[in-house]
T-cell receptor
Framework: GAVVSQHPSWVICKSGTSVKIECRSL??????MFWYRQFPKQSLMLMAT?????????EQGVEKDKFLINHASLTLSTLTVTSAHPEDSSFYIC?????????????FGPGTRLLVL | DQQVKQNSPSLSVQEGRISILNCDYT??????FLWYKKYPAEGPTFLIS?????DKNEDGRFTVFLNKSAKHLSLHIVPSQPGDSAVYFC????????????FGQGTTLQVKP
């Protein structure tokens, strides 16, 4: 159990276009999902917390108009990188919080590699 | 301000021996700690966790130790296998129930055959 998928696994786009990344919890319902970004050889940086049915909470320094998050159902959250630029190229990873157990654990998707040309 | 620190960027051990990965934290409000394993270009895989009410949790070859007074936790892998070679991240969350995880910088473990 506790499987999280992401789609697409990689995407190459032109500068100025928008890219949507989907994150799904496959076998559990996730009221909360998280979006991270990882640069090469660095740690995971939390970008935002996605709550089902409400607005996302963004971390300091993350532009909410740049990174649109929608959490329309208990199993799906989407991250849209709007007007992408080369500096947005990165590895984006989502996680879903499994609250079924006594101790909650986040399970991660496989990540999406974004390359903006 | 790095609230979770993994001071060793890399560790190399021989197959069959023990691997010990260390993690320190500064925020005394953290009450839940996790270890994740990550391969390049993949998402982190959950390994083991520990609540602050415990000082040890064991799962197969993996044991996590928590020393609250020292704000230190460690992951022991015994015996180490070549397939354990990966980047290991420790993460911590607080009692605010937001679920936010704060990650360390990661330690690259290489297990030599």
């Amino acid at each position: 159990g506790a499987v999280v998928s992401q789609h697409p696994s990689w995407v190459i786009c032109k500068s100025g276009t928008s890219v949507k990344i989907e994150c799904r919890s496959l076998d559990f319902q996730a009221t909360t999902m998280f979006w991270y970004r990882q640069f090469p050889k660095q740690s995971l940086m939390l970008m935002a917390t996605s709550n089902e049915g409400s607005k996302a909470t963004y971390e300091q320094g993350v532009e909410k108009d740049k990174f649109l998050i929608n959490h329309a159902s208990l199993t799906l959250s989407t991250l849209t990188v709007t007007s992408a630029h080369p500096e947005d190229s990165s590895f984006y990873i989502c996680s879903a919080r499994d609250g079924r157990g006594a101790e909650e654990t986040q399970y991660f998707g496989p990540g999406t590699r974004l390359l903006v040309l | 301000d790095q609230q979770v620190k993994q001071n060793s960027p890399s560790l190399s051990v021989q197959e069959g021996r023990i691997s010990i990965l260390n993690c320190d934290y500064t925020n005394s409000m953290f009450d839940y700690f996790l270890w994740y394993k990550k391969y390049p270009a993949e998402g982190p895989t959950f390994l083991i966790s520990i609540s602050s009410i415990k000082d040890k949790n064991e799962d197969g070859r993996f044991t996590v130790f928590l020393n609250k007074s020292a704000k230190h936790l460690s992951l022991h892998i015994v015996p180490s296998q070549p397939g354990d070679s990966a980047v290991y991240f420790c993460a911590a969350s607080g009692s605010s129930n937001t679920g936010k995880l704060i990650f360390g910088q990661g330690t690259t473990l290489q297990v030599k055959p």
